[in-house]
């Protein structure tokens, strides 16, 4: 059974772009996570969507934005990119509402 | 608000070492998890605890939920250099429809 996927793995942008980021869950999940983790800290709740609908965020400024898709994939963007928006973003599924989550790799966004 | 916090925040230990990470909160889980993480990869689980009082073994891992579901440890027997990495608890309160997680335990076991 494929895992969580992620794309792109590595992602570099100058500031004031914006990246798009991509998530795969794994086959039956519903429910999709985004997290946030700068370097050496701890993962910051970003989005949840579960069923098509965005069911919660963190305090995550506006431009930071996503959907789910039809399929449960989900994209998240993020606008005006800012040099702290540099991280690792990872992605989680999970077949229901607070249950176990597992995790893709992350996307490793470097903004310069 | 950080709900979840877990100690210590470092500990560097020598293989062999026996060692116990917390992850404490003043709310009520329905259910805990453990996760490791490496560097540069996602956190993958470790365990699931659900009942107050389980405990669970993973090998020579011992995870335990407390009676009342608020707190949470891992003890390590026999610690080994793969042991390595970030130890992160994690779960949601009735309510909140976030999952969160604890502020992590960075373990180092030396060879």
């Known amino acids: 059974e494929a895992g969580v996927t992620q794309s792109p793995t590595h992602l570099i942008k100058t500031r004031g772009q914006q990246a798009t980021l991509r998530c795969s869950p794994i086959?039956?999940?519903?429910?999709v996570y985004w997290y946030q983790q700068a370097l050496g800290l701890g993962l910051q709740f970003l989005l949840w969507?579960?069923?098509?609908?965005?069911?919660n965020r963190g305090n995550f400024p506006p431009r930071f934005s996503g959907r789910q898709f039809p399929n449960y994939s989900s994209e998240l963007n993020v606008n005006a990119l800012e040099l702290e928006d540099s991280a690792l973003y990872l992605c989680a599924s999970s077949p229901g509402r607070h249950t176990e989550a597992f995790f893709g790799q992350g996307t490793r966004l470097t903004v310069v | 608000t950080q709900l979840l916090e877990q100690s210590p925040q470092f500990l560097s230990i020598q293989e062999g070492e026996n060692l116990t990470v917390y992850c404490n909160s003043s709310?009520?889980?329905?259910?805990l998890q453990w996760y490791r993480q490496e560097p540069g990869e996602g956190p993958v689980l470790l365990v699931t605890v659900v009942t107050g009082g389980e405990v669970k073994k993973l090998k020579r891992l011992t995870f335990q939920f407390g009676d009342a579901r608020k707190d949470s440890s891992l003890h390590i027997t026999a610690a080994q250099p793969g042991d390595t990495g970030l130890y992160l608890c994690?779960?949601?309160?009735?309510?909140?429809?976030?999952?969160?997680f604890g502020t992590g335990t960075r373990l180092k076991v030396l060879a």
């Open positions: 709310s009520v889980f329905s259910s």
């Open positions: 994690a779960g949601s309160t009735s309510g909140t429809y976030k999952y969160i």
């Open positions: 086959s039956g999940h519903t429910s």
């Open positions: 969507y579960d069923e098509g609908e965005e069911r």
